[in-house]
């Protein structure tokens, strides 16, 4: 039995286990002010249990990308979002400030493993032109996971507590494993996909993976000698500096909307989901973009990086959120983010599949990752001390300006010359 259109059911999966990645993250911020309630938790506590989360998160991310070059695509995805959906269950059981953290530090060494092996994944069945798209596609299921979490797990918190919320979440990832281990392979040697299907994008991956009718043992990576090139500290410090942004979005909306704005939860449940739909979107979009601007003949380099530069400058919007007469208006500037930095993350992490070799491409992903949730971890700790003693005002303008320096810092440390795998437009199918 073959499964038609195979790439895009894969691609499918993608968004799926990316929405549950963040849907399980999410649980907790939507929860946030009950269990803060519960167990006497203060902004300060919760931002260390964020932190402990992210220092897993880096951690992991690390070393992640490694084993996903190593371990192979459905594999090493099998593993991390088994782990995950093993930590959001563990939270049931949670009875404290300590017990809380140490079930997200598990769930920080789970979740960072999405990123690399779906980048991998889409780097093996997807040409340069639509890569894009691909990485947008599994990026917009960050925004679906996150706005479906906030009426989902509110009406479960309601109905039937918080500890529900999250058995339901790790449900949904130990089921999605399932589904992923019975089809998932490369297309190589993947039993479902026509023959048809895969002539037509086998010449564009390739060089990506092994060839179809022989085995080709890996080479030995030398995962310094990656990391410590141009190319790979640019796309760390891009992470580093925005994917700290998105987090605060993530983690902090709902807390905000309760202290600044006077939210409760069924009201957290009927809005915060909103800037992430702009955010899938945005997502889908900016992928969509990149590759229409190749099929019109600008070189892969310079889409890529166009795109980005559109996605930055609706970052800075954002900064007026603190200060509009009501919550509309800022949930409105809130948007601006999330949908920034769609167009921002849909091209930067498809980077390490344009600039390096295939079997580098998870290593390069993780390691980027890194200085993103290294980012996370030390903003959540500034967030949670500013919050406490003065006002979300000085995070917001923060938040604001990260995009358009990073993008400074594409430019300058990215020039076209780099992508040495892809000098020439992809010439209009």
Not at 72 to 97: C, E, N, P
Not at 103 to 120: I, S, V, Y
Not at 299 to 313: T, V
Not at 321 to 333: Q, S, Y
Request: glycine residues 10%.
């Amino acid at each position: 039995m073959k499964i038609p259109h195979l790439r895009w059911i894969i691609a499918a999966m993608l968004f799926f286990a990316t929405a549950v990645n963040y849907a399980d993250r999410q649980a907790l911020a939507v929860v946030s002010d009950r269990i803060r309630a519960e167990f006497s938790m203060t902004e300060v506590d919760y931002s260390r249990i964020l932190a402990g989360f992210f220092l897993a998160y880096a951690i992991m991310y690390a070393g992640s990308g490694y084993i996903v070059d190593r371990l192979g695509t459905k594999k090493s995805f099998s593993l991390f979002i088994g782990v995950w959906s093993l930590a959001s269950m563990l939270h049931v059981f949670a009875t404290g400030v300590w017990s809380f953290g140490a079930c997200r530090f598990l769930l920080g060494l789970g979740e960072p493993g999405n990123w690399p092996a779906a980048t991998k994944a889409v780097s093996e069945w997807f040409a340069p032109k639509q890569r894009a798209l691909g990485v947008g596609i599994f990026n917009a299921g960050s925004s679906a996971g996150s706005a479906l979490s906030g009426p989902l797990i509110s009406w479960l918190t309601i109905r039937y507590g918080w500890q529900f919320a999250f058995l339901a979440v790790a449900a949904a990832g130990f089921a999605w494993l399932i589904v992923w281990w019975i089809l998932y392979d490369s297309p190589h040697r993947n039993h479902w996909l026509r023959e048809s299907e895969y002539r037509e994008f086998k010449d564009d991956v390739l060089p990506l993976e092994k060839p179809r009718a022989a085995a080709v043992s890996l080479p030995k990576l030398s995962w310094s000698k990656v990391v410590l090139r141009r190319e790979a500290i640019a796309l760390c410090l891009a992470r580093t500096f925005t994917d700290p942004v998105i987090y605060f979005v993530i983690f902090w909306l709902p807390a905000y909307l309760v202290k600044e704005r006077h939210f409760d939860q069924k009201a957290i449940g009927q809005y915060s989901w909103v800037p992430f739909v702009f955010g899938g979107i945005a997502y889908m979009l900016g992928g969509w973009l990149s590759g229409m601007l190749m099929q019109r003949g600008v070189s892969l380099p310079r889409a890529r990086k166009r795109i980005m530069l559109y996605g930055a400058l609706c970052l800075p919007v954002a900064m007026a959120a603190p200060f509009a007469p009501n919550a509309g208006l800022a949930i409105a500037a809130i948007c601006f983010i999330t949908f920034g930095h769609g167009f921002w993350t849909a091209n930067l992490q498809t980077l390490p599949a344009d600039l390096f070799p295939g079997p580098e491409v998870g290593t390069v992903s993780g390691f980027s990752g890194m200085g993103g949730a290294i980012g996370g971890m030390l903003a959540q700790l500034g967030t949670g001390y500013i919050v406490s003693r003065f006002s979300y005002a000085p995070i917001f303008l923060i938040a604001g300006l990260m995009h358009p320096m990073s993008i400074a810092i594409i430019y300058r440390m990215l020039p076209d010359s780099a992508f040495r795998f892809h000098q020439t437009p992809v010439p209009a199918a």
